[in-house]
């Protein structure tokens, strides 16, 4: 049974930092590329960081590019998003996810396995 639990969520300030971890089970995890989507209250479902299965390579949204790090660790199964500089838009529930057949992709679609999500919230 394939699992991908998020950590790390919490209530943040603008201008804080918070960390997201994502660990897998149940899959090949190097021959996945994972990604971070996001979801405010109201609105889709949003790409927020991709990385390739070997890290070499990684894709962000213009919205958090320069202020988010997306990173891997193989032997250890997990994903992590860094966040720096966050701002209340970033408000969100984030998900990691996990793509068997694509690269680096942004689209939702293409994802093969979803967790259930960790509540970042980021006041004013």
């Known amino acids: 049974q394939v699992q991908l639990v998020e950590s790390g969520g919490g209530l943040a300030q603008t201008g804080d930092s918070l960390r997201l971890s994502c660990a897998t089970s149940g899959l090949t995890f190097s021959s996945y590329a994972m990604a971070w989507f996001r979801q405010a209250p109201g609105k889709r479902r949003e790409f927020v960081a991709t990385?390739?299965?070997?890290?070499?390579?990684?894709h962000y949204a213009a919205s958090v590019k320069g202020r988010f790090t997306i990173s891997r660790d193989n032997a250890k199964n997990t994903v992590s998003l860094q966040m720096d500089s966050l701002k209340p838009d970033d408000t969100a529930v984030y998900y990691c996810?996990?793509?068997?057949?694509?690269?680096?992709?942004?689209?939702?679609?293409?994802?093969?396995?979803w967790g259930q999500g960790t509540q970042v919230t980021v006041s004013s």
């Open positions: 996810a996990g793509s068997r057949s694509y690269p680096t992709t942004s689209s939702a679609t293409q994802y093969d396995y």
């Open positions: 990385i390739n299965t070997s890290g070499s390579s990684t």
